[in-house]
């Protein structure tokens, strides 16, 4: 048996000239570089907006919380409670049947007395202003003219 004979193939000729191939993967290459570097760009313009997002998102839960707390305050304040504790505590009241009771200390008692405050006199001048007075003081930061 005799070996086989080489093919004949046609040999190509370099001649310098780029393939229709070579030239698609240019394109292709050059496409996904340009691509690549939108995205790039577009991502690190994205950054500072995703910060301030975050900034706003935390700023808006922490008003919603305060909100939240603000509506339970004013719920409370609008309670019967609210106005028995108040009237009680710092109102001074009782109801009917109820008594008032305030402590007295002793004469002898080891607990410190307050001492009373010196009294201060004050001159209140001519008396009230008068109504023309009280405007010109809120309209002007001077006194106002003496009438003659």
């Known amino acids: 048996m005799t070996s086989p004979e080489p093919r ?23 496409i996904g ?9 577009l991502v690190s313009a994205g950054q500072p907006l995703q910060q301030l997002y975050s900034k706003v998102t935390t700023e808006i ?12 305050e004013r719920d409370y304040v609008e309670s019967d409670a609210y106005v028995e504790q108040w009237a009680r ?6 109801r009917p049947g109820d008594t008032l ?8 008692s080891t ?3 307050p001492e009373p405050r010196p009294s201060v006199a004050v001159e209140t ?6 109504t023309w007075e009280l405007w010109w003081a809120l309209f002007f930061d001077s006194p106002p003219p003496r009438l003659p």
């Open 61 to 72: 839960d922490q008003l919603e919380r305060e909100r939240a707390d603000l509506i339970r």
């Open 33 to 41: 570089l340009i691509l690549g570097l939108n995205f790039t760009s």
């Open 89 to 94: 505590d710092e109102g001074k009241m009782v």
């Open 8 to 30: 004949n193939r046609p040999e190509r000729k370099r001649t310098g000239q780029l393939s229709g191939l070579q030239i698609m993967f240019a394109a292709i290459l050059a």
């Open 101 to 108: 009771i305030i402590p007295v200390p002793d004469e002898g």
């Open 125 to 130: 001048g001519a008396g009230e202003p008068e």
């Open 111 to 113: 607990e410190p007395t």
